[in-house]
């Protein structure tokens, strides 16, 4: 069993990782209607990352035997002004789920809640590299290019052979899926 406090943080963390999703569905739409088809399709392989990530810990909650309580997911940005700054937000954005991760793991320590701690750390470490993703392209597109022009064609060439590497489908035992 996890405490009534953790239960309420687990629920919010599912509408934080839910928000994101939209948020990057957001993105995909913004850059499809840009012409950027492999911006695109990165963010929408982004959008299932995130659903994974809500879906985790849907999942644990059950297996603590605590309902899940789906809370209202916040209409996200629609647009903005060039691929460089759906990138820096992108940033930005991975930079405030990693503080919400980083609390859940401190309470979990204050209330000695092994178990969660040990769910918990498996989002620490995505978070090293979800804000790595983020970092790396803005980087690149820095070096290499500018905000437009040829450089951009080529990056989002690349970024649309982006691999899907969560499963699609959410059913089975907790873990199995990493
Ligand atoms: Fe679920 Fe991008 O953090």
Same mark, same amino acid.
């Given at each position: 069993?996890?405490?009534?406090?953790?239960?309420?943080?687990?629920?919010?963390?599912?509408?934080?990782?839910?928000?994101?999703?939209?948020?990057?569905?957001?993105?995909?739409?913004?850059? !499809? %209607?840009?012409?950027?088809?492999? =911006?695109?399709? @990165? &963010?929408?392989?982004?959008?299932? +990352? #995130?659903?994974?990530? $809500?879906?985790?810990?849907?999942?644990?909650?059950?297996?603590?035997?605590?309902?899940?309580?789906?809370?209202?997911?916040?209409?996200?940005?629609?647009?903005?002004?060039?691929?460089?700054?759906?990138?820096?937000?992108?940033?930005?954005?991975?930079?405030?789920?990693?503080?919400?991760?980083?609390?859940?793991?401190?309470?979990?320590?204050?209330? !000695? %809640?092994?178990?969660?701690?040990? =769910?918990?750390? @498996? &989002?620490?470490?995505?978070?090293? +590299? #979800?804000?790595?993703? $983020?970092?790396?392209?803005?980087?690149?597109?820095?070096?290499?290019?500018?905000?437009?022009?040829?450089?951009?064609?080529?990056?989002?060439?690349?970024?649309?052979?982006?691999?899907?590497?969560?499963?699609?489908?959410?059913?089975?035992?907790?873990?199995?899926?990493?």
């Amino acid at each position: 069993m996890i405490s009534e406090k953790m239960r309420q943080a687990l629920n919010e963390q599912i509408n934080k990782e839910m928000y994101s999703g939209y948020l990057y569905m957001a993105m995909s739409a913004h850059c !499809n %209607d840009q012409g950027l088809e492999g =911006f695109a399709h @990165w &963010y929408m392989v982004q959008y299932h +990352e #995130e659903m994974f990530h $809500a879906m985790k810990i849907y999942e644990y909650l059950l297996d603590q035997g605590s309902k899940p309580v789906l809370l209202a997911i916040e209409k996200p940005q629609e647009s903005w002004d060039s691929p460089m700054d759906v990138l820096k937000a992108t940033l930005e954005h991975e930079k405030v789920v990693t503080a919400s991760i980083h609390s859940l793991m401190r309470q979990a320590e204050e209330e !000695n %809640d092994y178990a969660s701690r040990i =769910f918990l750390q @498996w &989002y620490v470490t995505e978070q090293v +590299e #979800e804000e790595k993703n $983020a970092a790396d392209i803005i980087t690149r597109m820095e070096i290499s290019m500018g905000s437009n022009g040829p450089g951009l064609y080529m990056l989002d060439r690349e970024l649309k052979s982006r691999p899907v590497t969560i499963p699609t489908s959410f059913v089975g035992p907790l873990g199995a899926e990493d």
